[in-house]
């Protein structure tokens, strides 16, 4: 068996900008099945119901899965948060893929 170098044949400039890297956000969940779906009508009726501390109950969900779901959701690509400054008029917003 032969070990072999690995290269990369990347040739973008390395970016200084360094990665916002987290941990255990999904709250030990994995992608649940129906998750995204039910995500993205929420979201889709009620840009606010990610932020809204009563959220999961709206979802059916206990506090640590609704976590994780918001987590996935944005892990995923499908919403993301509003770039509005005040923290009473962020919401989320769906995506393009979303």
């Known amino acids: 068996m032969e ?7 990347n040739t973008q400039p390395a970016t ?4 916002k890297l987290t941990f255990a956000r999904h709250e030990t969940f994995h992608l649940r099945d ?3 779906y039910k995500g993205l009508q929420a979201v889709k009726h009620n840009s606010q119901v990610m ?6 109950h709206h979802l059916g969900l206990g506090i640590n899965m609704f976590k994780s779901m ?20 962020r919401s989320f917003e769906l995506t393009n893929l979303g």
């Open 3 to 9: 070990l072999r170098e690995l290269t990369t044949t």
């Open 16 to 19: 200084t900008e360094k990665p």
């Open 34 to 36: 129906g998750w995204m």
């Open 51 to 56: 932020l809204d501390k009563q959220g999961h």
């Open 70 to 89: 918001k987590y996935w959701l944005q892990a995923t690509a499908l919403v993301r948060l509003s770039e509005e400054k005040s923290l009473h008029s």
